[in-house]
Nanobody, 124 residues
Framework: VQLQASGGGLVQAGGSLRLSCRASGRTFSGRTVGWFRQPPGKEREFVAAVKWSGGSTYYADSVKGRFTISRDVARNTGYLQMNSLKPEDTAVYYC??????????????????WGQGTLVTVSS
């Protein structure tokens, strides 16, 4: 599955952005779509994930209540709505797809398809 992430940009603290992850070549059917981010100088970390079948969602504690992951099956596109953004949310955001078991949705190694990153910069 080829993934294309978009929607990053510069926003002030407290603002919102919506990231999109579109699949081409194959659908997300049966997969889990995840979002990871890599802050400057840090490791890539899990943000959120959604199971394409059924729509179960998972979030990192740092984004719970502020970010919402969703999917549009007809458009074969996943979304990450980010509200109440903070400067510490500044990172390159990556979407990924794979077949992680529930207890492994936060592991990068569980995903075998990655999109290019999209930069999110939150100014204070």
């Amino acid at each position: 599955v080829q993934l294309q992430a978009s929607g990053g940009g510069l926003v002030q603290a407290g603002g919102s952005l919506r990231l999109s992850c579109r699949a081409s070549g194959r659908t997300f059917s049966g997969r889990t779509v995840g979002w990871f981010r890599q802050p400057p100088g840090k490791e890539r970390e899990f943000v959120a994930a959604v199971k394409w079948s059924g729509g179960s969602t998972y979030y990192a504690d740092s984004v719970k209540g502020r970010f919402t992951i969703s999917r549009d099956v007809a458009r074969n596109t996943g979304y990450l709505q980010m509200n109440s953004l903070k400067p510490e949310d500044t990172a390159v955001y990556y979407c990924a797809s794979g077949f992680p078991i529930t207890t492994s949705v936060e592991r990068r190694q569980s995903y075998n398809g990655w999109g290019q990153g999209t930069l999110v910069t939150v100014s204070s």
